[in-house]
C-alpha cells in the first residue's frame, strides 16, 4: 500500500514541472485560427455505396497486400543512410 501512495506522489509531482518547449510552443501558436467547422456525419462519410464489398474486393485487397509488401522488402534491402 505505501508503495502505490509513493508511486502516486512522485507520479504527481512529476506533473507539476515545467516544460518550457511546451511552453515556447504554445506562445508561438497562432491565436487568430480558428476552430474547424463540424460537421454532419452524413456529409463527412459521403457516398456509402463506394465502401462496399463486391466480388472483386478480396482479389484486389490481396493485390494490395503484395505490392505493399513487396515495396516493403525493397525498402528493407535498400541501405540507410548515416547522417
Known amino acids: 500500500m505505501r508503495r502505490i501512495l509513493a508511486i502516486l506522489a512522485v507520479a504527481g509531482l512529476a506533473g ?4 518550457p518547449e511546451v511552453d515556447a510552443a504554445m ?8 476552430y474547424p467547422e ?4 452524413e456529409q463527412v462519410t459521403g457516398d456509402e455505396t463506394a465502401f462496399r464489398l463486391d466480388a472483386q ?5 490481396q ?3 503484395r505490392a ?7 525498402l ?3 541501405p ?4
Open 76 to 78: 528493407r534491402a535498400r
Open 68 to 74: 505493399l509488401r513487396a515495396r516493403a522488402a525493397a
Open 80 to 83: 540507410l543512410d548515416e547522417a
Open 16 to 19: 507539476c514541472g515545467s516544460f
Open 38 to 41: 463540424l460537421l454532419p456525419l
Open 57 to 61: 474486393s478480396a482479389d484486389q485487397l
Open 63 to 65: 493485390a494490395r497486400a
Open 27 to 34: 506562445r508561438a501558436r497562432d491565436h487568430s485560427t480558428s
